[in-house]
């Protein structure tokens, strides 16, 4: 780790920022709500912040549709609010990230404006404008990430463009210099402010491939699968590489691409220092495992062993060549206790489990917004309480499907992304300290048991345990450094590893189930009988021949 890997050596927290503290009272949180509460992070021992989109845009998106880049969102603040922040920061030794959504915009920047006004406006090749089928059909059968067809009609100048994700989200077209040029350029000016870093929203999602061939069609499928023409595109590494020339290296910034579809040896290319492309990205395999065939709200129970193999492949993969991220939840993502745990009787057990699980692997940790607190999944009876576009649109194309009601919101409750946007709960007052107004979306109705004022009162909380977690790491190198190896493979019930160091080896015992499981067979015992318990989240067990349920316990040896 060299001072240029600082990344290496951090903590990052995710803040979301329409719901994370709301300081006048118009219902969504903004950037001073941010600033009151960089202490209480810096006590979790918090040294970088990414900061989700805070720049003007028309919220069809909660700010992944970017109206402008070089200004803030009027109801979160001013840039003066933003210099603030980014001031109290550095004061701090904290570090900021900012998001960077440039796969696509909105479709109200003036880009787009201009782009659809005429087929021969100098903003027309910005985005990705093709001719309909002979038959007048969207140029390829490729549906859109958000449900419908990616692509959509404009009739002012009779073409259709494409958007991967909403309507009002049109993809940019990266083959164009000039584009280019100018999303450098807003890099720069962000950067020239002193920043620490960009997260790059599906930065793997820039490079089409250009012949716009239709998608394989599978029965029962409404539209073709497009992955293989702009999922790890044909130009994306000599993208990356000249936006690293032009702007990354100019500055000691980290840089994480979030990248659905890369495997880990797509990743061991970005994230390969020699190759001067990103720091480190986010993989999405672990969050499909409890999915079938990739479609999220086609629930299925997580099995153990395929998560733990998966973790296997990442970890040794990227060993000493690249870099993993590591994290369970952020804005898209349900809740992680709820998830892969068990919110009902087990809550703070299995939220410390989860952690630790987590953060004894080598790579940079993640939290997101209210994790550490071991905030759960929301359940509101009515449709109408939720917010995210992604699931109303999903509504519509399941029940087209002809999934039941009943089975859609069973769906949501698992998976839904606004699992993870209720307001962040601070104190067991009215919509839990998060707004003196109604919030934007309904406060999820554990608050008053679940909530920072009593997490910090509380030194068995689950913010104290991830503030343990966050100084370890800090203090034994054998986290950052070490090599990992799976032990008790097949065990369906125990996450084990090794992180085996120069001058200390760690034995991470994760139990995800509901019961105690004896560990006999797996001749860990002998191992660690004498070894020193580093962190546990069960203190009164002193059998080292089981774990109780959901216990989790790190030896050193
Ligand atoms: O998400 C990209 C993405 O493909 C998924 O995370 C997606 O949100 C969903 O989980 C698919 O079921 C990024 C942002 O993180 C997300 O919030 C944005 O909505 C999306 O890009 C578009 O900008
Ligand atoms: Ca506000």
């Not at 998106?61 to 970017?66: A, K, L, P, S």
């Not at 153990?304 to 590591?326: A, D, I, P, R």
Request: some cysteine; hydrophobic content about 30%.
């Amino acid at each position: 780790v060299t001072t240029k890997d600082w990344w290496k050596k951090s903590i990052v927290y995710q803040i979301y920022p329409k719901s994370f503290k709301d300081t006048n009272g118009d219902e969504i949180g903004d950037i001073q709500g941010i600033i009151e509460k960089l202490d209480y992070l810096k006590t979790l021992g918090i040294d970088v912040i990414w900061l989700s989109p805070i720049y003007d845009s028309p919220q069809e998106d909660n700010g992944y549709d970017i109206r402008n880049y070089n200004t803030i969102f009027k109801q979160y603040g001013t840039m003066e609010d933003l210099d603030q922040l980014l001031e109290e920061m550095h004061k701090r030794k904290m570090k900021l990230v900012m998001d960077l959504v440039v796969n696509h915009t909105s479709d109200e920047h003036q880009w787009f404006v201009e782009s659809r006004s005429s087929r021969d406006n100098p903003y027309r090749d910005y985005y990705i404008w093709r001719d309909g089928k002979e038959n007048g059909d969207p140029p390829t059968n490729w549906g859109s990430i958000f449900s419908g067809s990616a692509w959509q009609f404009d009739e002012e100048t009779n073409q259709y463009y494409l958007h991967l994700f909403a309507t009002k989200q049109p993809d940019l077209n990266w083959e164009n210099p000039d584009l280019r040029t100018e999303i450098y350029n807003m890099m720069n000016f962000w950067l020239a402010k002193g920043i620490d870093g960009f997260r790059m929203d599906v930065i793997n999602f820039i490079s089409k491939d250009t012949s716009f061939p239709d998608g394989n069609m599978e029965d029962g499928q409404l539209y073709g699968d497009s992955g293989p023409y702009f999922v790890n595109g044909p130009r994306i590494h000599e993208f990356l590489k000249e936006m690293n020339r032009e702007v990354i290296s100019h500055y000691d910034v980290m840089t994480v691409g979030e990248m659905p579809g890369a495997s880990p040896e797509d990743a061991k290319d970005y994230t390969n220092p020699a190759n001067e492309e990103l720091d480190m990205i986010f993989t999405f395999e672990h969050m499909n495992l409890d999915g079938v065939n990739g479609d999220k709200w086609n629930l299925k129970s997580l099995e153990l062993v395929e998560l733990k193999e998966n973790f296997e492949k990442w970890q040794t993969s990227l060993y000493g060549t690249g870099w993993n991220s590591l994290y369970w939840n952020n804005h898209d993502q349900p809740r992680i206790v709820s998830r892969f745990g068990n919110d009902k009787e087990y809550r703070l057990k299995s939220a410390k489990m989860l952690a630790t699980c987590l953060h004894m692997m080598q790579g940079t940790p993640y939290i997101y917004q209210g994790e550490e607190l071991g905030m759960t999944n929301v359940h509101f009876d009515s449709l109408d309480d939720y917010r995210d576009i992604e699931l109303f649109n999903m509504y519509k194309e399941k029940k087209s499907l002809g999934w039941s009601h009943e089975r859609i919101m069973r769906a949501i409750y698992a998976k839904g992304r606004d699992n993870a946007r209720t307001p962040v709960q601070w104190d067991d007052s009215e919509n839990a300290g998060f707004t003196t107004g109604t919030p934007w979306i309904r406060v999820n109705p554990r608050y008053t048991e679940i909530n920072a004022k009593e997490a910090l009162a509380d030194q068995n909380s689950i913010y104290y345990y991830y503030q343990r977690l966050i100084q370890l790491r800090k203090e034994k190198d054998v986290i950052t450094t070490g090599k990992f190896e799976l032990i008790m493979r097949n065990d369906t019930d125990v996450f084990a590893y090794k992180r085996i160091g120069k001058n200390e080896t760690f034995v991470v015992l994760c139990n995800f189930s509901d019961s105690e499981v004896e560990l006999l067979d797996y001749g860990i015992q002998s191992v660690v009988k004498e070894a020193s318990i580093v962190i546990t989240n069960d203190n009164s067990n002193k059998e080292r021949n089981l774990l109780t349920p959901y216990q989790c316990v790190v030896y050193s040896i």
